[in-house]
């Protein structure tokens, strides 16, 4: 049970907190503090007890000040300590109902997540399915360091595999057999892939090409001894006569018959383009058509394509060609010997050759020029017949050239025809899985391969313990949820609830456990969770007082549920907030029968009428009541506090009169000035007997100040008490002789009841 609160500093709005020596709790202890006085700070400190969370207050550190974080509580007789760091002492179990909770557990605004369920499922299933839930996630972590160890493992091992260039599975590695006499075995398997792929490369290495061979002269100066066989000697002999007559002094020489040749396609003009005669007369245009007949255009053709053939190597194609074909040969052959020891003698002189075929190859078109020009004619032989043989004699080079190629082709493929044909590929992943074999059984790999398999096992292991647990949990779920969602929907039924809850088994789908269940609303299932904001859901069927209502069901069912509630502290945190009223009673009654069952209820409030309605419910030999006070800037304390007597009709208490001022500028200020120092002395004289007499007023209270060390803690108001005693020293609690009258501004004397409230936080 907790006894008592000695110190706690730097936590919330708690920059110093302290109890009188005498204050002590009891198995039901009731605590008012008005709102933002720091209710919630004290359940953040049990929590974080109860946690062992130092987090928790770490993150609630008082702003804007020095010094460290403490907490020291008295606990079964035994203290329990924070400095700033860690928690020491006893850690007793305690229970708290919160907005906390509501957030962790139930909802955060309107939103129900997935957080919300596992947190709510660990709840549900209590120590027992926690502890399974503890054991499944150290599990899924052992799971995941083993799989990152694994992961590592077969990384070193498939990388082995892949530098033998072997496509092989971890196991299939692993369950590698030992490899008798390895290195011998290995030696001869090389051999074997040595020798097949020479063969491969012999039967894929790429044989020499032959060269262009040029036509022959024969074929190439045959049109030097044909002529137009339509042609009549008459009809040339008339034609040259024409052309003779007209052709004197035209700027651009022309042969003859070339131009008019090309004349012929103005046959339909007036005039000859050429000659200026008229052409009305259709004898010359007879004499053209019969003399450029099919013949004449054929020989024409024949001439021209040759000039063209003898025009490339004049540019330099042929000796282009010669050249690269040749290099290309040479490293073919030299490539193929190497491979097979069958060479080549294949020569040619490129430039040589090259140079002759070019020089030939100029004269015959100077011939072939002339024959362009009198295509009628025939050339003699003598002409061409010197540059004809040279021609010839190049070609003989090159064909000579290409037939020692094409032999030593066939001796190529006579040689692979000759070989036997292995399967490379199978030759090489024999001796890949040879070589793993050998690698395999290496000191260093084995000791891998030995802590992977250790590796699996425990993986297996985990796996199994894993399945155990989670059906182990299953088993403990339904048990608790069995009664559980009856239990809730019986709360909920007394609390006036327009729903009800169906729990399910958990969902399993994460790392941790959920809880599933479902809202059901005139007896139709609505999901807690939805994304879709048109879907029914948590978020839109239920009003704040219901999802607050739903929280206080679920807090209440599982403590009531928790088998070690005999030694749980319930903290209960404004559990009333945004309910309606009429559950008011109802709430008081649950507490009531938690104060037979628990160690100790404590509840913090700030409705005095709640609290009373406690007070007057609940066994008043076990209750103790106290309330936050503050008494000086920075300052608070738990003091006793009369629940009855701050419970009395509003407008009977001085405070309270003061309040409505500030609040409606109810009173006369006059009475209201002089309440302030009423409403100090009240404050004072209650905070602590032992210093101030029943009858002390403020006067006295300063002086006792002044005379107090430092640490006191109402030490921090004496300053603001002088100022407050100066405003109010005409205004005492009776006339005072000779005193000068004087007015009162409402605006002043507000701000005056605002200090006063503020160093009176926590009082009747």
């Not at 974080?48 to 130092?54: E, G, I, M, Q």
């Not at 926690?130 to 150290?138: K, T, W």
């Not at 009198?374 to 004809?388: C, G, H, K, N």
């Not at 006369?668 to 032992?690: M, Q, T, W």
Request: proline fraction near 3%.
């Amino acid at each position: 049970m907790l006894q008592k609160i000695i110190d706690i500093q730097k936590i919330g709005r708690f920059e110093k907190l302290t109890a009188p020596g005498a204050l002590r709790f009891s198995k039901v202890t009731l605590i008012f503090g008005e709102n933002g006085w720091g209710k919630s700070t004290l359940a953040d400190i049990l929590r974080s007890l109860t946690r062992n969370h130092p987090d928790i207050i770490k993150g609630r550190k008082t702003l804007a000040t020095g010094g460290s974080q403490k907490v020291l509580l008295l606990v079964d007789g035994q203290q329990c300590a924070f400095d700033g760091a860690v928690w020491t002492g006893t850690r007793p179990r305690i229970a708290i109902f919160d907005q906390a909770f509501i957030n962790e557990n139930v909802f955060s605004g309107d939103s129900v997540s997935l957080d919300h369920m596992k947190r709510q499922y660990g709840l549900v299933v209590g120590a027992e399915g926690v502890a399974l839930i503890g054991q499944a996630v150290d599990i899924d972590r052992q799971l995941k360091e083993v799989g990152q160890e694994l992961a590592e493992k077969d990384q070193y091992l498939t990388t082995i595999s892949a530098a033998l260039n072997l496509r092989m599975t971890t196991d299939a590695f692993s369950d590698l057999a030992v490899l008798d006499a390895a290195d011998e075995q290995i030696a001869s398997k090389e051999v074997e892939v040595r020798r097949a792929t020479e063969k491969e490369q012999i039967r894929l290495a790429a044989l020499p090409h032959i060269v262009p061979v040029p036509t022959s002269a024969a074929e190439l100066t045959a049109v030097f001894r044909q002529t137009p066989d339509q042609v009549t000697t008459d009809l040339h002999r008339t034609l040259q006569d024409h052309v003779a007559r007209h052709a004197t002094g035209h700027p651009t020489p022309v042969a003859q018959e070339t131009w008019l040749e090309m004349g012929l396609a103005f046959d339909a003009a007036y005039e000859c383009p050429y000659c200026g005669q008229k052409l009305q007369d259709r004898s010359l245009l007879d004499l053209y058509a019969a003399y450029f007949s099919e013949a004449y255009k054929s020989l024409a053709g024949s001439v021209q394509q040759r000039r063209k053939t003898l025009e490339r190597y004049g540019r330099g194609d042929f000796r282009q060609a010669l050249a690269g074909t040749t290099d290309s040969n040479r490293a073919v052959i030299a490539n193929l010997k190497a491979l097979t020891g069958e060479g080549s003698d294949a020569v040619l002189d490129v430039t040589e050759i090259a140079t002759r075929m070019e020089d030939a190859a100029a004269g015959l078109d100077l011939v072939f020029q002339s024959k362009q020009e009198d295509l009628v004619s025939q050339i003699e032989e003598s002409v061409y017949e010197t540059l004809a043989r040279q021609w010839d004699e190049g070609r003989a080079a090159v064909v000579a050239y290409n037939e020692e190629i094409a032999a030593f082709g066939q001796r190529i493929d006579n040689i692979r025809r000759v070989q036997e044909s292995a399967n490379l590929g199978s030759l090489r992943n024999e001796l890949a899985v040879l070589q793993a074999r050998r690698k395999r059984h290496e000191a260093a790999v084995a000791t891998i391969v030995d802590e992977r398999r250790t590796l699996l096992s425990k993986q297996k292991k985990l796996r199994a313990q894993k399945e155990d647990l989670r059906g182990k949990l299953t088993a403990h779920t339904s048990r608790v949820t069995s009664t559980l969602g009856a239990t809730i929907n019986a709360y909920l039924d007394r609390l006036g609830a327009g729903f009800q809850i169906d729990y399910q088994p958990p969902n399993y789908k994460g790392k941790e456990p959920a809880a599933d269940y479902s809202i059901l609303i005139n007896r139709t299932a609505v999901p807690p969770r939805a994304d879709d904001i048109a879907a029914p859901s948590f978020k839109n069927t239920l009003s704040s007082a219901d999802k607050s209502v739903l929280a206080l069901a679920l807090f209440l069912a599982t403590v009531n549920s928790d088998r070690n509630l005999a030694e749980t502290i319930v903290v209960l945190d404004d559990p009333f907030t945004s309910m309606d009223e009429f559950r008011r009673t109802f709430t008081v009654n649950e507490i009531n029968k938690l104060t037979d069952r628990a160690a100790q209820v404590i509840v913090l409030s700030h409705e005095l009428g709640f609290l009373r309605l406690l007070w007057d419910r609940i066994d008043q030999g076990k209750i103790t009541s106290c309330a936050i006070q503050t008494g000086a800037p920075g300052i608070a304390s738990l003091a006793a506090f009369d629940l009855e007597k701050a419970t009395q009709p509003r407008h009977e208490t001085e405070r309270m009169k003061m309040i409505n001022f500030i609040d409606a500028t109810e009173g006369e200020p006059g009475e209201i000035r002089a309440l302030l120092r009423k409403v100090l002395e009240h404050f004072y004289r209650n905070g602590d007997s032992e210093i101030f007499a029943p009858d002390e007023l403020l006067d006295g209270i300063i002086r006792k100040l002044e005379t107090l060390p430092a640490d006191y803690r109402y030490k921090g108001a004496l300053e603001e008490l002088r100022e407050i005693n100066f405003y109010t020293r005409n205004f005492h609690h009776a006339p005072v002789a000779g005193s000068v009258s004087e007015s009162t501004s409402i605006e002043e004397l507000r701000t005056y009841c605002r200090r006063v409230r503020e160093l009176t936080r926590g009082s009747p």
